[in-house]
């Protein structure tokens, strides 16, 4: 429906009152006038009525009544008034304007009427004689107690109608102009009353709209400058109050996108609050378009949901787990707790989201490492202690089989003590690569290469290998020196064990603009691609029952490539199968 102007409000009342004002006052004037007039006539008539009374009262005695008419005419005159003079009967007798004879018995006649009667009458009435509104008085003239003749005076009222005609035609014009002033002034009011309003109402408008730094212009009335004031200051305090919220909101948004662990804020009825970018990841979807949907159609993640609800019914604090599968299956721990507005009041609960994926990683390591380690270790030890019962049990008195199986021992002694050297070194390197204990300088290259080499050297021998070195003299680069060369005298190890035999193998070094490459490279079998991933995990063997009968560890990869790390660097193997192997470390030049 559409809303009425305030001005119609109470335009249309006013004005309506003043018409209705001036239609009283002119109505109750004209006709207080007329009555005031009317009367005066009628007290005229009647006092010219009994004026005559006592000639005609004479003329009745004296029996002359022969004279009525003539005297009539000449009173008429006189008085400027019509005089008819009238028997008991009703006959008339006498009239200043008509012939008598000619006009009807007047007996009925209200005025005439009440005179028989012995008492003054007068009425008002439209003439039949004269055809014009009239004013009748009539007196009586009575002989004896008896009612003889009517005297009666007439006056047209004509000119009494037409000056009120005319007085109301002046009132009425006066009150149509009183009413276009009225109505004049109601506008001017109204547009004075409306523009206030208007500009506060366009101030609000703005506010409404968020511009909350617009002024609306000062009025001078009291009302409303108070009215625009307090809607000003208003407008001040919230833009402080938003200013303030936006903050602690842009405050709260940085700790929560910074935040690794994801974090989903829900209400009551299960609907995102808020969710930081972590959680979206988590989930793979977007964090913005998320907020105020269902958790259901946010997330479309049971797990999440189940424990969204023990969040919010459980007074204590939640805590569970969960796996996302995708791509890389997520191992998230859950914590969940209320939330609870300033009286203490449920309005929600937080959930926090861990990846431990990692950490559960590691633990297994851990846990594969130790079975491992075991795995390792109990098969020279179940072999040892299977030759030393066999010797205990006699055998230690048959000089050939005594000497067989304490060669056996020795050599499962040498692998046991083998495989804890090189644990203990993994370890230690390991620890210090962490701590940043490992003692770097920067030193020439070469050198440390050579002893490499040297270090291998009776063993390439034994098998026919020749180990060549292309290194350039000048090469310097910041290393622990015995640690490197522990790594590269593993790799040219590996390299020369899978040799064939009478073959070399290269240890080349290539530098680029920030790093160099320290390259061995071999002619053996080559690896199988789908070793590769995993061929520098602690007793990763390719081939595990050989690798093993050979005296391999399965550590030494593992140990190079912790020393690399700790150096910055990176190590990489590249294979073709019956070609041969290159096992590539890369350091930092800086
Ligand atoms: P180990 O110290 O016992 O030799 P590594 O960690 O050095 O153990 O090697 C792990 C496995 O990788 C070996 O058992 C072997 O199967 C494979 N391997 C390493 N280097 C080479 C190579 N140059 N050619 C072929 N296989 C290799």
Request: glycine letters at 6%; proline letters at 3%; hydrophobic letters at 45%.
């Amino acid at each position: 429906m559409r809303k009425k102007r305030l001005i119609w409000r109470f335009a249309l009342p006013f004005f309506t009152l003043t018409v209705a004002a001036l239609f009283i006052f002119t109505w109750y004037s004209t006709s207080t006038m007329k009555e005031r007039y009317f009367e005066h006539v009628r007290v005229d008539l009647l006092a010219r009525a009994h004026l005559v009374q006592v000639e005609i009262a004479e003329l009745l005695v004296s029996g002359r009544l022969a004279e009525v008419p003539e005297i009539c005419n000449r009173l008429g005159r006189l008085a400027s008034t019509r005089i008819t003079i009238i028997a008991a009967d009703g006959t008339v007798l006498g009239d200043s304007m008509e012939d008598p004879k000619a006009m009807e018995n007047h007996r009925e006649r209200p005025e005439i009427a009440e005179a028989l009667e012995g008492r003054d009458g007068n009425s008002i009435r439209y003439s039949r004689t004269t055809g014009i509104n009239t004013m009748y008085a009539a007196a009586p003239v009575a002989v004896d107690g008896t009612v003889r003749l009517v005297i009666r005076t007439a006056l047209p009222l004509s000119s009494v109608e037409e000056s009120i005609a005319d007085l109301r035609t002046r009132l009425i014009i006066g009150g149509l102009l009183i009413t276009l002033l009225v109505a004049a002034m109601i506008f001017v009011l109204a547009r004075r009353l409306t523009r206030p309003i208007d500009s506060i109402r366009t101030g609000a408008e703005q506010y409404a709209a968020g511009n909350l730094a617009f002024r609306i212009p000062k009025d001078e009335s009291a009302e409303f400058g108070a009215l625009a004031d307090a809607l000003t200051a208003m407008a001040q305090q919230l833009d402080e109050r938003f200013r303030t919220i936006m903050q602690q909101r842009n405050e709260q948004d940085a700790v929560l996108s910074s935040m690794i662990e994801g974090v989903i804020a829900i209400d009551r009825e299960e609907r995102a609050l808020d969710m930081n970018t972590a959680a979206a990841t988590l989930f793979g979807v977007d964090a913005d378009g998320a907020k105020g949907l269902h958790l259901q159609e946010a997330v479309r993640n049971t797990d999440i949901q189940r424990f969204a609800t023990v969040a919010l019914t459980s007074p204590e604090p939640a805590e569970g787990f969960m796996i996302v599968r995708g791509a890389e299956d997520r191992q998230l721990q859950l914590h969940g707790a209320q939330l609870r507005d300033g009286s203490g009041r449920g309005i929600g609960a937080v959930v926090v989201l861990h990846d431990v994926t990692r950490l559960r990683r590691l633990e297994t390591l851990r846990r594969d490492f130790v079975a491992n380690v075991s795995h390792e270790l109990k098969t020279p030890v179940t072999s040892i202690k299977g030759f030393v019962e066999t010797l205990l049990d006699g055998a230690a008195d048959e000089p050939e089989h005594r000497d067989r199986f304490l060669a056996i021992i020795a050599k499962e002694a040498e692998r046991l003590h083998h495989i804890i050297e090189d644990l203990l070194s993994l370890s230690r390197i390991e620890q210090e690569g962490e701590r940043g204990d490992v003692a770097f300088e920067s030193a020439l290259l070469r050198p440390v290469l050579e002893s490499a080499v040297e270090s291998r050297d009776t063993m390439a021998k034994e098998r026919g290998v020749t180990v060549t070195l292309e290194c350039d003299p000048q090469i310097a680069v910041r290393m622990n020196a015995h640690l490197l060369e522990e790594a590269v005298s593993n790799l040219i190890d590996n390299a020369v064990k899978y040799s064939a035999e009478n073959r070399t193998v290269d240890v080349a070094v290539t530098v680029a603009d920030a790093t160099l490459t320290i390259a061995v490279r071999d002619r053996g079998p080559g690896i199988p691609g789908e070793h590769l991933p995993r061929l520098f995990e602690r007793f990763y063997r390719v081939d595990r029952a050989r690798d093993r009968r050979s005296g391999s560890t399965g550590l030494g990869l593992a140990i190079a490539k912790h020393i690399v790390q700790a150096h910055g660097g990176t190590i990489a193997v590249e294979s073709t199968l019956g070609e041969g192997s290159s096992f590539l470390i890369t350091l930092p030049r800086k």
